[in-house]
């Protein structure tokens, strides 16, 4: 695992892939128009028609694409996602992202030479988890959960010999990979089964004289000043009241940034470096992907370089998260 690690860049719609392609992307994950990913979105996504285009300019300039179809099958009616991974197979697509154990079984045995990911919806965080996908599904690659710190990804390299990927910059979850039911409760749509997490069709905005109320299914979850950056209304980013103080309490509006300790998570043993964010502007994923590109060819290199990106945090801030982590 000592070679240039890849840098995986989202591709929300073919023109986001074209332009993470030409930003330096070695490989670019997408989905279908379906619920099959967990970017079911409208506006975003690809068509089969797109796929295949898309498919055949990454690949002409010798970058690959992989496809999520990392939501858990609905039971009784999984011939969304088993389509998904034909349309994967037929189209050559160089890796499909899995978390649902049945799939994984039906790509495994139907596609043996199709090349599987485990998805971080999976939240495999051990390496007992990882080598299990290995050894049943021949799983080659797995998308850590952002609950882990340089020291345990590397622990774990140590005792797996599949590729790991982790998440790099973007938007951060309350480290509930996988099982994160916020959304449902309110909205009655689960990230998990529908791939969709507070859709825009339960998503208001309220002006309230100064502040500006983001509401979902009609109930308040922020209250921004003028001079606050107003944030997309999810369950985890909300702020609340509890013991009479107001804020946030389950995660806060804060980037994912780790371009600081990229050669540490070399070291590591790291394969892969994930950038988040199938819903950016394109102005956003050229600006990612170039200065990520530059920072992961510099740390490969044994050179550390720091490029500011406070432009591009959600809530103005970043973290290394959990990387860093000195609790237990």
């Not at 392609?21 to 068509?47: E, H, K, M």
């Not at 309230?208 to 980013?237: D, M, S, W």
């Not at 050669?263 to 502007?281: M, N, T, Y």
Request: glycine share 8%.
């Amino acid at each position: 695992m000592n070679k240039k690690p890849e840098l995986v860049c989202p591709a929300g719609t073919p023109a986001a892939l074209r332009i993470a392609v030409i930003a330096g992307a070695d490989a670019v994950y997408l989905g279908l128009c379906d619920q099959t990913n967990a970017r079911n979105f409208p506006g975003l996504n690809f068509s089969e028609e797109e796929l295949a285009q898309g498919v055949d300019f990454a690949h002409e300039r010798g970058v690959k694409v992989l496809l999520a179809v990392n939501t858990y099958a609905k039971a009784g009616d999984n011939k969304p996602w088993i389509k998904a991974i034909d349309i994967a197979a037929r189209l050559k697509i160089d890796a499909v992202i899995l978390a649902d154990v049945g799939l994984l079984d039906y790509a495994h045995r139907t596609y043996p030479d199709l090349r599987l990911h485990l998805s971080v919806q999976a939240a495999a965080s051990n390496a007992a988890s990882i080598n299990f996908y290995a050894k049943e599904f021949n799983v080659r690659r797995v998308v850590l959960p952002r609950v882990l710190s340089v020291d345990e990804i590397k622990a774990i390299n140590e005792k797996i010999k599949v590729e790991t990927e982790v998440l790099a910059f973007g938007g951060m979850c309350p480290m509930a990979e996988g099982h994160c039911s916020m959304s449902s409760y309110v909205t009655g749509q689960s990230p998990n089964k529908d791939g969709i997490c507070s859709p825009p069709s339960h998503v208001t905005y309220e002006q309230l004289g100064t502040r500006l109320a983001t509401k979902l299914a009609g109930l308040t979850i922020n209250n921004f000043e003028e001079h606050e950056q107003v944030g997309y209304p999810t369950l985890c980013k909300g702020r609340f009241m509890a013991n009479n103080r107001t804020g946030y309490l389950f995660e806060s509006p804060t980037s994912l940034n780790i371009m600081t300790i990229l050669p540490e998570l070399i070291d590591a043993g790291v394969s892969a470096f994930k950038i988040e964010g199938r819903q950016r502007s394109k102005a956003y994923i050229k600006a990612v992907v170039e200065n990520f590109r530059k920072a992961v060819d510099a740390a490969a290199e044994g050179r550390k370089l720091i490029i500011p990106m406070d432009h591009l945090y959600e809530g103005g801030e970043d973290t290394v998260g959990a990387y860093k982590k000195d609790w237990s």
